[in-house]
C-alpha cells in the first residue's frame, strides 16, 4: 500500500474511533502490555469529584464486557491505574480499534459515569507464515512471467505494525510481486524471470521474508522449495471469489458451514485440487476444520457469540503439481440465547439499622446478560414478603430500597431473593439470595410482667432476707434488651425507701434492708424502676406493696392492778358480797393484733381456791359463792394473763383482797404484802413500831375522823398507787367484750395516803340491781380527798372504764 492509502486508512480509523467516544464520560489511551499499576488519568480531577468522598461514596470501576479487571481506580489519589496486563490482539484481533468500555460507579447519590479505553497498539508480534516451508512443483516448461502464489504473512499487530514489506532472498530464476487487494490484504506472487532447467537444477531453494512497519522492525521468513517438473498448464479456479456463512454460535460439532470448490482443467494428476487453509487464526483452528478433499468447512469445537462473532478465513486450492489460488470465506455468528443474566451485588448496606426510613436505599444491584439485542434485555423482580423492592436506577443497574417500616422484634433477617429474566426466546433466568439483617435500635421500655407486686414479710424478719422478684422483659438486642433494676427515690414514715428495701440491679430480687416491727408500721409501698442499657436509655416502673404481717412478740401488759414494785394495791370486798359479785378486774391489753392480741384470764393461785373466779375474756373477779365467816379475812390471788400466739406469751400480777366492811376491823392491814418476804416484812416491822410509839394518837384521830365522815362511801386507800388515764392505753386497744379489757360498766375509786403503807380499799359491785342499791353513788370528786387528807399532793381520781 502506497503512503496515500496509509493515510486514508488511518483517518478512517481515527474518525470511527471519535464517533465511537462520543457517547463517553471520559476517554483514555493506553498502549498494550503496559505495567501493571501505571497511572493512566486522574478520574476525580477530569469530573470534578472530591478525592475525599471518593470513598465514602465506594467508588469503584465496573465492566460488563468481561470479567477481567484491566483497569481500576485509586481511593486515595483517583488516579485510573492498570491493574492487569492487557494484550489488544488478544481482546480485539485485527480490529482497527480496541476499546474497553468501564464505568465508573457513585453511590449515596448513585452516580454512573462510562469510560472508554483505547489500547493502542505496540510491536510486539512478528509477522509469520503459515508454513515453515512452501513448496513449488514447476515444469520446466514454464514460460518467463509465470506467476506462482505464496501465502502471504500474518501480523497480529495493526496499522503500521503489520506487514508492510517483503523481500525475496537473490536467486537466479525468481523476482517478488506484491500487489494489494480492495479488502487490504496483500497478493505475494512468484514470477518466473528466467526460465528453468530440470537437468541443471531439479531443486532450488530461496528464502522470502515479511517486515512489518515498527520501529525497530520485526520481520519473520518461509523458505521456498521449488521442484523442476514437466509442464502444469493451469491453477485451480474457485467457483466464488468469496464464499460467506451465516451459522448460529450453537451449532452442533460437525455442522458443515460451507463448502468451498475449485475447478482445473488439467487432466490427471494435475487437474486434482486439494484444499488447505492458507490463512486462519489460532482461534478458528479450535472450531473449523477444512475437508482437503471435498472443501467442506465443519465446526469442530464450541462456538460463542459474545467472544467472536465473525471469522475471516482463506482457502487454498492446489492442483498435483503445485499450481493454486486461493479464496475468501467469511462466517458470520448470530446470537442465540445462552446466556443467563448474572446478577451482581455491588453495594450492599449490612446491617440496616430498623429505624430507617420507607424509600432509603440499602443496596446497588447490577444486571448483566452477555447475549445481544433482545436476548440481553433483562426485567428483575423480587418477592413480594418483604419489605423491599427494586427501582431502576442508571442503565442496567438497580436501588435495593426498603418498602415499609422495619422491626428487628419481629423480624431480625430477610433472606431477600432477586429474580432476573432475559427476553429471549426461550427466556432465562437466574436468582441470588442476599442474606440481609436488621441492625437493633433502642425503641423498646422494659415491661414488668405484673402491673403491680405484692410482697408478704413478718415482723422481726432478718435484714437482707428476700421480700420478693420483680421481672421485667425488653425485646431489644444485647445492651438495648438489658435491664437494670434500682429503687425510685421516696419516703417511709419520713425516712429514706433506701433504708428499708434494695433491689438487685441484675435480678430483680427486693431484700428487707432493716427488720420491720409491726406495730409501728403495716405496710408501705415502693417504686422499682427497670432501665434499659440503650442510648438514650428507656424505662418503665412498677409498684410493689410491703405487707408486713404480725407475729406475737409482744407480751400481754397489766394496767390494773399495777405492778408490784411501784406500789402496793389492795382492794376490800365487802362481807355480804353474794356469789357471782364482781369484787375487782384485772386489766391489760397487748400491742399485738389480731389473734396474738386475744387476752385470756387466769387464777393461777388463791388463798382459797374456791372462793373466787375469774372472767376467761374479761378479766372480771368475782365470788363463786356467798363469803362466810370462815373465810380468811386476806385472800392473795395470783393471776395469769396469755395471748392467743404460737407460742403463748404471758404476764402475772398479784391482787390482794380484803373480806372486812371498813379498815378498821383489819389492824393488822400493812402486813397483808408481806406474808411471803419474811426479809421486806421485817424490815417493815422494825419501822412501823418505831412509827407506832411516835404517831398512835395522830393516827387513830385520823382514823376516826374518815370513818365519821365517810362511813357510807367505799373508798380505796393505797400508798403509791397511780390513775389510770384513758390516753395510757396502747394505741390497738379496743374497748370491747372478750378483748381483755375492763368494761365500762364498772367504775372504781381511788384514794391515796402518802404516809402509810396500808391501803383502804373499798369494793363497789357493779352497775345492776343486785350489787348497787340506787341511792348510792360510785364517784369521788378532788374535794373528797382535800377533806380528808388536807388537799395533800392533789391526788385525782381515777376512773378506768
Not at 257 to 286: C, H, L, M, P, Q
Not at 436 to 456: G, H
Request: glycine residues 6%.
Amino acid at each position: 500500500m502506497d503512503d496515500n492509502g496509509t493515510l486514508i486508512w488511518i483517518l478512517i480509523c481515527g474518525f470511527a474511533f471519535i464517533v465511537h467516544i462520543t457517547n463517553a464520560d471520559l476517554s483514555y489511551s493506553v498502549l498494550e502490555e503496559t505495567r501493571p499499576g501505571s497511572i493512566v488519568g486522574n478520574i476525580a480531577k477530569d469530573l470534578g469529584l472530591e478525592v475525599t468522598k471518593l470513598s465514602t461514596r465506594k467508588a469503584r470501576i465496573d465492566t460488563e464486557e468481561n470479567n477481567q479487571r484491566y483497569c481500576d481506580i485509586d481511593l486515595k489519589t483517583g488516579n485510573f491505574v492498570i491493574s492487569q496486563r492487557i494484550d489488544r490482539e488478544e481482546l480485539c484481533g485485527e480490529k482497527m480499534s480496541c476499546l474497553l468500555r468501564f464505568e465508573l460507579v457513585l453511590e449515596s447519590p448513585l452516580e454512573l459515569h462510562r469510560i472508554l479505553l483505547h489500547v493502542q497498539d505496540v510491536n510486539d508480534n512478528s509477522p509469520s507464515f503459515p508454513k515453515h516451508a512452501v513448496k513449488l512443483e514447476i515444469r520446466e516448461s514454464a514460460g518467463k512471467g509465470a506467476r506462482y502464489r505464496v501465502d502471504e504473512a500474518h501480523d497480529d499487530d495493526i496499522g503500521q505494525y503489520s506487514v508492510r514489506q517483503y523481500a525475496l532472498e537473490k536467486n537466479g530464476h525468481f523476482i517478488l510481486s506484491v500487489r494489494e487487494d480492495s479488502d487490504g490484504s496483500k497478493h505475494v506472487e512468484l514470477v518466473l524471470d528466467k526460465e528453468l532447467d530440470r537437468e541443471k537444477e531439479h531443486d532450488i531453494n530461496f528464502v522470502l521474508t515479511a517486515a512489518d512497519g515498527g520501529n525497530p522492525q520485526r520481520s519473520g521468513s518461509v523458505n521456498i522449495i521449488v521442484t523442476v517438473l514437466d509442464a502444469n498448464d493451469n491453477a485451480p479456479v474457485f467457483d466464488q471469489a468469496l464464499y460467506k456463512a451465516v451459522i448460529p454460535e450453537d451449532s452442533a460439532i460437525d455442522t458443515v458451514v460451507v463448502t468451498v470448490s475449485a475447478t482445473d482443467a488439467d487432466d490427471g494428476v494435475n487437474g486434482e485440487v486439494t484444499y488447505d487453509f492458507s490463512r486462519i487464526s489460532d482461534k478458528a483452528k479450535k472450531v473449523f476444520s477444512l475437508d482437503s478433499k471435498s472443501g467442506e468447512i465443519k465446526v469442530i469445537g464450541a462456538l460463542d457469540f459474545e467472544s467472536n462473532s465473525k471469522f475471516e478465513l482463506r482457502v487454498n486450492a492446489k492442483d498435483g503439481y503445485g499450481l493454486s489460488s486461493d479464496s475468501k470465506v467469511m462466517i458470520d455468528i448470530t446470537d442465540v440465547n445462552d446466556n443467563v443474566p448474572v446478577i451482581y451485588m455491588k453495594s450492599l448496606s449490612n446491617p440496616v439499622p430498623e429505624n430507617v426510613s420507607p424509600g432509603t436505599e440499602v443496596g446497588v444491584v447490577n444486571m448483566q446478560d452477555r447475549d445481544s439485542e433482545n436476548n440481553r434485555q433483562v426485567r428483575c423482580s423480587i418477592q413480594q414478603n418483604v419489605p423491599f423492592k427494586l427501582v431502576p436506577s442508571i442503565k442496567n443497574y438497580y436501588s435495593l430500597v426498603t418498602t415499609g417500616q422495619l422491626d428487628r422484634e419481629v423480624v431480625s433477617d430477610y433472606n431477600i431473593t432477586i429474580t432476573a429474566t432475559d427476553e429471549g426466546s426461550p427466556p432465562l433466568s437466574s436468582s441470588k439470595s442476599v442474606q440481609l439483617s436488621v441492625a437493633d435500635i433502642n425503641d423498646n421500655p422494659p415491661v414488668f410482667e405484673e402491673q403491680s407486686y405484692s410482697a408478704y414479710v413478718s415482723e422481726n424478719n432478718k435484714p437482707g432476707s428476700t421480700l420478693c422478684s420483680v421481672t421485667a422483659r425488653d425485646p431489644d438486642w444485647r445492651q438495648n434488651g438489658t435491664v437494670i433494676y434500682s429503687v425510685l427515690a421516696g419516703e417511709v414514715n419520713g425516712a429514706p425507701v433506701s433504708s428499708y428495701v434494695s433491689v438487685n440491679g441484675d435480678t430483680g430480687v427486693i431484700h428487707a434492708v432493716r427488720s420491720f416491727d409491726y406495730e409501728q408500721l403495716r405496710s408501705f409501698k415502693v417504686h422499682v424502676t427497670a432501665r434499659d442499657n440503650g442510648s438514650p436509655p428507656l424505662s418503665s416502673n412498677v409498684t410493689v406493696s410491703v405487707f408486713i404481717s404480725d407475729v406475737n412478740d409482744n407480751c400481754p401488759q397489766i394496767l390494773y392492778p399495777a405492778p408490784e414494785g411501784s406500789s402496793f394495791m389492795t382492794e376490800l370486798v365487802p362481807k355480804a358480797a353474794n356469789g357471782g359479785s364482781v369484787v375487782s378486774k384485772v386489766i391489760a391489753v397487748d400491742a399485738d393484733s389480731g389473734q396474738n392480741a386475744w387476752l385470756s384470764y387466769h387464777i393461777v393461785k388463791s388463798t382459797d381456791p374456791g372462793l373466787f373466779t375469774i372472767g376467761l375474756h374479761n378479766g372480771e373477779i368475782r365470788t363463786q359463792r356467798d363469803i362466810s365467816e370462815s373465810d380468811s379475812m386476806k385472800q392473795n390471788l395470783i393471776v395469769s394473763v396469755k395471748d392467743n400466739g404460737q407460742p403463748s406469751l404471758s404476764a402475772t400480777c398479784s391482787m390482794y383482797l380484803l373480806i372486812s366492811d371498813n379498815l378498821a376491823e383489819v389492824p393488822e392491814l400493812k402486813d397483808i404484802s408481806y406474808e411471803e418476804k419474811d426479809s421486806k416484812l421485817t424490815s417493815y416491822l422494825i419501822i412501823a413500831l418505831v412509827c407506832v410509839s411516835t404517831f398512835f394518837l395522830t393516827f387513830i384521830i385520823i382514823i376516826l375522823g374518815v370513818r365519821f365522815c365517810r362511813r357510807r362511801k367505799p373508798r380505796l386507800l393505797f400508798d403509791g398507787a397511780v390513775a389510770i388515764p384513758g390516753a395510757y392505753l396502747p394505741p390497738n386497744y379496743a374497748d370491747v367484750d372478750g378483748t381483755g379489757t375492763l368494761r365500762s360498766a364498772y367504775n372504781y375509786d381511788a384514794y391515796l395516803t402518802t404516809g402509810s403503807r396500808t391501803s383502804d380499799f373499798k369494793f363497789v359491785t357493779s352497775y345492776n340491781d343486785n350489787t348497787l342499791p340506787a341511792d348510792q353513788t360510785l364517784r369521788k370528786s378532788p374535794t373528797d380527798f382535800a377533806d380528808v387528807f388536807g388537799d395533800r399532793d392533789g391526788s385525782p381520781e381515777m376512773t378506768v372504764a
